[in-house]
């Protein structure tokens, strides 16, 4: 699927707001991969889709899952607001026969990232929380990291991410904590790396 397909379709199924949304995640997802030596069409082709069925009922998100189960399916288990992100996948798997799983599991994990993230996966998880038309607290923060390192940048986003949802006493995905354990412990590893060197 070209890029200025995805653009077309995404735009007649999501309303103005979240393909403005889709359409930054695509570009600043380009970005950071030519950035950092990813691939910058799939980087571009996942962030255009990433939200793709983000509006489709419950209902239809968690039959799309349960079409395709996988160790993502745990999501159900979860906050609705999960769903979105494993139901596109089968969903652009279905509808334009994508089966490129550099497109698929940075689809999946948008969300909530995973333990041992694809350079692809990194890229959309951060481009879904910095591009331009976010406006929260903290988002210049994790910005000007991504400028500098990816990992650093990822690694303050899922910080930043399970203190927003410990804050509400709302429920966190395991996935986002062993993503997050695990990027503190390369972070350990590496400075213990330095110091021996
Ligand atoms: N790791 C997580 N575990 C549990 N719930 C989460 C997690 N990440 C996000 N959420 C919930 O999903 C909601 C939507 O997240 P997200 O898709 O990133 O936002 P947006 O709708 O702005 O794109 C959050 O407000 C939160 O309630």
């Given at each position: 699927?070209?890029?200025?397909?995805?653009?077309?379709?995404?735009?007649?199924?999501?309303?103005?707001?979240?393909?403005?949304?889709?359409?930054?995640?695509?570009?600043?997802?380009g970005k950071l991969a030519k950035k950092y030596g990813a691939?910058e069409?799939?980087?571009?082709?996942?962030?255009?889709?990433?939200?793709?069925?983000?509006?489709?009922?419950?209902?239809?998100?968690?039959?799309?899952?349960?079409?395709?189960?996988?160790?993502?399916?745990?999501?159900?288990?979860?906050?609705?607001?999960?769903?979105?992100?494993?139901?596109?996948?089968?969903?652009?798997?279905?509808?334009?026969?994508?089966?490129?799983?550099?497109?698929?599991?940075?689809?999946?994990?948008?969300?909530?990232?995973?333990?041992?993230?694809?350079?692809?996966?990194?890229i959309?998880?951060?481009?879904?929380?910095?591009?331009?038309?976010?406006?929260?607290?903290?988002?210049?923060?994790?910005?000007?990291?991504a400028k500098?390192?990816l990992?650093?940048?990822?690694?303050?986003?899922?910080?930043?991410?399970?203190?927003?949802?410990?804050?509400?006493?709302?429920?966190?995905?395991?996935?986002?904590?062993?993503?997050?354990?695990?990027?503190?412990?390369?972070?350990?590893?590496?400075?213990?790396?330095?110091?021996?060197?």
């Amino acid at each position: 699927m070209k890029i200025d397909e995805a653009q077309r379709a995404i735009k007649d199924i999501l309303p103005e707001k979240r393909y403005v949304h889709s359409v930054g995640v695509s570009e600043t997802a380009g970005k950071l991969a030519k950035k950092y030596g990813a691939d910058e069409r799939k980087a571009r082709l996942a962030g255009m889709l990433h939200d793709i069925v983000k509006y489709f009922s419950d209902d239809e998100l968690k039959a799309m899952i349960l079409s395709k189960p996988g160790t993502w399916s745990d999501c159900l288990e979860y906050s609705d607001k999960l769903w979105h992100a494993p139901a596109g996948a089968v969903y652009v798997e279905k509808t334009y026969g994508i089966a490129d799983l550099d497109i698929l599991n940075p689809m999946i994990y948008h969300t909530t990232g995973r333990k041992q993230m694809t350079l692809l996966e990194k890229i959309i998880f951060l481009a879904d929380y910095i591009e331009p038309s976010r406006d929260f607290p903290g988002v210049d923060e994790v910005r000007e990291a991504a400028k500098r390192n990816l990992d650093t940048a990822v690694l303050l986003e899922l910080q930043k991410t399970i203190t927003h949802l410990l804050s509400k006493q709302q429920s966190v995905y395991p996935k986002t904590f062993e993503a997050y354990n695990d990027l503190v412990r390369e972070q350990k590893n590496k400075k213990i790396d330095e110091v021996t060197e």
